[in-house]
């Protein structure tokens, strides 16, 4: 899930979205409309208990969790009367490689007539996606690639004049247009796809780097350290491929910034120096003059895990498909923090799990039923790289050119009633304005993102239906309570972003306000019966990355 921080009040793009519509709002404490759709809080939250209970061992892939998640779904699903997959089951089975890597506890890195010591965890984390019993990295050279971004369009190359064939390459997090130093650089501040780590891991492997290390900033990342062990340590699941992992990199990891800056320090350089000049155009890469040597054995396991589906038949157009899509999985059992090894992801992504089951009671109950069909399509794979919907959008159970749109849940909050509709990726397609449409029906004004820096675009599933060509819409409401204003959201965001993404903390809560939730995923249920009852197609936005790909499997009328 992406991280969720609230805003001030003195954006300039809710401005832009909303116009003077939210001076018009009431301020009084307007209610969820009433719930005569099926749709409602306690329906929610008896789904959320469920599904984030210890007996559920934090829902990863490959354990007792997945099996009690995904059998938990599917029952659900058929008690509505919704219909299997098209193989007759409620599952697509999903290839997965498991990797439980065991790293040396320390890295050594030595050069410049310098030696230091780098402890795994506190320091640096580090995998590897080859399905090898061991790796080790010998006196790789260490080489300052910049963002490690190579953009033609942007006139871009960080690797440019680099050979780091047996190197590995330290870069850092975010994209250049991040620092904010030259808002022409990328898209400003907003971040691009070149700014993922998965991107990043790809690029460096594309020229045949041994390993990269990225430097884990809290404020361009957009989470702490400590995401970046629970995320990173033990067993990772990566797709299964025909070369076993061979053409990745041979050593992927993430190195703190204290502990980057001590490694310039001991080749002789500035960091902020190196930061400086790798947010501006004409950068050059670097060598370190520093060696980094480092292993780790792998246990490795073949297995299958399931995507959930479930299908409501459309009454005249039944195949063309609306996908409502979350994932169901989360981080499982890990390293205990106060006491706590379960990390049960209640907002993350239980509540999105929630929402699926409660909008598809809304579409089981409405006395009209859709024209188009209706798929519920729960993921898996989702925190280890949005690896269930990667597989969909690849090997899809219903055609993507004739996917209407996928509407994307992923954390339903759970601190009330709000006035806003944060659109992550507002500006894309279409589907804004329908957002936008059914944002009016509850009294709400739209936002487009608050945070693009953060690269939420890229960080949920509806991603993977965009890079198809599917326009995808993944919104709620985040930065404007309707009872307690929009500093409060501010400071719920943080508080959960500081001690709760990705941690074992993040449970069950039976006093949250789930009327938020409810509001929501009345919201984008509403969305889906509008395209449902409709013979056109939503379209990409002019400037939108996706439109070429969506016209290409599906010309314009």
């Not at 449970?507 to 019966?529: H, M, N, S, T």
Request: aromatic share 10%; hydrophobic share 35%.
């Amino acid at each position: 899930m992406a991280s969720c921080q609230g805003q001030s009040s003195s954006s300039s793009s809710e401005t832009a979205a909303s116009g003077s519509q939210s001076q018009s709002l009431s301020s009084d404490t307007a209610s969820v409309p009433s719930p005569a759709d099926g749709i409602t809080p306690a329906l929610i939250r008896q789904h959320i208990k469920m599904l984030s209970s210890d007996e559920f061992e934090g829902r990863r892939p490959f354990t007792a969790g997945e099996e009690k998640t995904t059998t938990y779904l599917a029952t659900e699903f058929k008690k509505l009367g919704l219909q299997p997959g098209p193989d007759g089951t409620y599952f697509q089975a999903v290839p997965l490689v498991e990797i439980t890597g065991m790293p040396a506890p320390t890295a050594t890195v030595s050069g410049n007539g310098k030696s230091l010591t780098l402890n795994y965890r506190t320091d640096y984390m580090v995998l590897t996606e080859r399905e090898v019993p061991a790796v080790a990295v010998s006196n790789s050279p260490l080489v300052f690639a910049g963002h490690g971004v190579v953009a033609p369009e942007y006139g871009w190359d960080d690797y440019a004049g680099l050979d780091v064939k047996g190197k590995t390459v330290v870069v850092l997090i975010n994209d250049p247009g991040n620092a904010g130093t030259d808002t022409m650089l990328f898209k400003g501040k907003a971040m691009t796809y070149y700014g993922r780590w998965g991107y990043k891991y790809e690029e460096a492997a594309r020229h045949g780097a041994t390993g990269i290390l990225i430097v884990h900033d809290t404020k361009p990342a957009s989470y702490p350290w400590t995401v970046v062990q629970s995320s990173n340590g033990g067993a990772k699941l990566h797709p299964q491929t025909p070369d076993h992992g061979a053409s990745k990199v041979a050593l992927e990891g993430w190195i703190t910034l204290a502990a980057a800056k001590r490694l310039f320090t001991a080749a002789g350089q500035s960091y902020d120096e190196a930061y400086a000049a790798a947010n501006k155009p004409g950068f050059r890469p670097r060598a370190m003059g520093l060696n980094f040597s480092t292993s780790l054995r792998n246990k490795i396991t073949l297995k299958t895990s399931k995507n959930v589906v479930a299908v409501l038949p459309g009454t005249s157009r039944p195949n063309e498909y609306i996908v409502y899509s979350a994932h169901w999985d989360h981080l499982g059992i890990g390293p205990a923090i106060a006491g706590d090894s379960i990390y049960n992801g209640a907002l993350d992504n239980a509540s999105g799990c929630a929402g699926l089951l409660a909008i598809a009671n809304g579409f089981v109950q409405a006395k009209q039923k859709p024209a188009r069909s209706i798929v519920f399509l729960a993921v898996t794979g989702e925190e280890q790289g949005l690896l269930g919907s990667a597989y969909y959008a690849q090997h899809p159970l219903f055609p993507v050119k004739n996917t209407v749109a996928n509407i994307n849940m992923d954390g339903l909050l759970g601190f009330g009633p709000m006035r806003d509709l944060t659109i992550t990726g507002y500006g894309q397609s279409e589907l804004d304005d329908y957002a936008r449409a059914a944002a009016k029906e509850q009294n709400r004004y739209v936002l487009p993102t608050q945070h693009p820096e953060t690269g939420s675009f890229y960080r949920s599933d509806h991603f993977n239906f965009a890079k198809v060509g599917v326009p995808a819409l993944y919104a709620k409401g985040e930065f404007d309570s309707r009872l307690h204003g929009k500093d409060f959201a501010e400071e719920q965001g943080k508080l959960f972003e500081a001690k709760h993404y990705h941690q074992p903390s993040d449970e069950f809560d039976p006093k949250a306000d789930l009327r938020g939730a409810a509001q929501d995923a009345r919201l984008l249920f509403r969305i889906g019966q509008r395209l449902a009852s409709e013979t056109t197609f939503p379209q990409w936005k002019e400037g939108s990355e996706f439109k070429a790909i969506r016209e290409k499997s599906r010309p314009v009328q």
